[in-house]
C-alpha cells in the first residue's frame, strides 16, 4: 500500500506570515490538528501543530492574533512521496516521533499529507499498533522539535 491511497489530498496550508488566530480557525474548518506551513511555491517549510498553539502560544500568555505563525512553528519539516510505501511512512514517524506528515509531489510541493489516523484507519493493526507505541516513546528525537510536533 502507498501513501496516496491514504492520504488526506489538498490539505489546508498557511503562510508563515499568518496568525496563529487564523491557523487555529483553520484547524477548526478542516477538523485537524496541524497545518503544513508553506513558502510562496507552496513548499513546505515547517508545520503548525495544535500542540504548538497550545504550548508556544497560549500557555506563554501570547495574543494569537498578534503571534505569527513564523514565530512559533515546528521545524525542520519531516515529508514523505505519495508513492512511499505505508511502511516507510511509517517508519518516518517512528524515527523522528511525528503523528502527521506532509506529502509532497515531485516538485516539492504540499499536496496531502498522513496522519497516524489514516494508517490507524488503513493499515495492518501489527503495523497500526508499532507506530502508536513508537510514536508516544519519549525519545531524544521529540527534542530536537521542541517535543511539540505532535
Known amino acids: ?10 490539505p489546508a496550508c498557511c503562510s508563515p506570515d499568518a496568525d496563529v488566530r487564523e491557523v487555529a480557525r483553520l484547524m477548526c474548518d478542516n477538523d485537524c490538528g496541524e497545518i503544513p506551513v508553506v513558502d510562496e511555491n507552496e513548499r513546505p517549510m515547517g508545520v503548525i501543530t495544535d500542540r504548538d498553539i497550545a504550548c508556544r502560544v497560549v500557555a506563554e500568555g501570547r495574543d494569537p492574533s ?5 514565530e512559533v512553528m515546528s521545524t525542520p519539516v519531516v515529508t514523505a512521496r505519495p508513492q512511499m510505501a505505508v511502511e516507510d511512512v511509517c517508519r518516518l514517524m517512528e524515527e523522528n516521533q ?19 489516523a489514516d494508517i490507524a484507519l488503513n493499515a495492518p493493526e501489527h503495523e497500526t499498533a508499532e507506530v502508536v507505541r513508537d510514536i508516544s516513546q519519549p525519545t531524544s528525537a521529540g527534542a530536537h522539535l521542541g517535543g511539540l510536533s505532535g
Do not use: H, K
Open 1 to 10: 500500500m502507498q501513501v496516496r491511497e491514504i492520504m488526506t489530498e489538498s
Open 66 to 70: 498578534r503571534t505569527r505563525v513564523r
Open 98 to 116: 511525528v503523528r502527521r506528515v506532509p506529502v509532497v509531489d515531485d516538485e516539492g510541493v504540499c499536496c496531502g499529507i498522513v496522519a497516524q
